[in-house]
């Protein structure tokens, strides 16, 4: 299956912005999309945004929406989550993640190990 390796985490004061990147690795095919979700301390890991290999199709969480935007650059085999206008809220473990074009978290097959976010307030 894919490897994959999240990175551009940190810590960022409220209002501030943050690029994530997954880059994935071995074998690419199979898998239809890709999708960023996150997990607070205490929280269930919840839908952030997705985006398919082909195409220009994204879709985004309510809780995101006009604050984030995902991209891909399918020579690098790699997944952009661009976050903006941060709030403490957003403070979770980042995860990517590659399988279906869903909300459901167990519809996907792979996952990276997480980056931090943590915004302050």
């Known amino acids: 299956q894919v490897q994959l390796v999240e990175s551009g985490g940190g810590l960022v004061q409220a209002g501030g912005s943050l690029k994530l990147s997954c880059a994935a690795s071995g074998r690419t095919f199979g898998y239809w999309a890709m999708g960023w979700f996150r997990q607070a301390p205490g929280k269930e890991r919840e839908f952030v945004a997705s985006?398919?290999?082909?195409?220009?199709?994204?879709y985004y969480a309510d809780s995101v929406k006009g604050r984030s935007t995902i991209s891909r650059d399918n020579a690098k085999n790699t997944v952009y989550l661009q976050m903006n206008s941060l709030k403490p809220e957003d403070t979770a473990v980042y995860f990517c993640?590659?399988?279906?074009?869903?909300?459901?978290?167990?519809?996907?097959?792979?996952w990276g190990q997480g980056t931090q976010v943590t915004v302050s307030s």
């Open positions: 993640a590659a399988g279906s074009y869903s909300t459901r978290p167990g519809t996907y097959n792979s």
């Open positions: 985006i398919r290999w082909s195409g220009s199709v994204t």
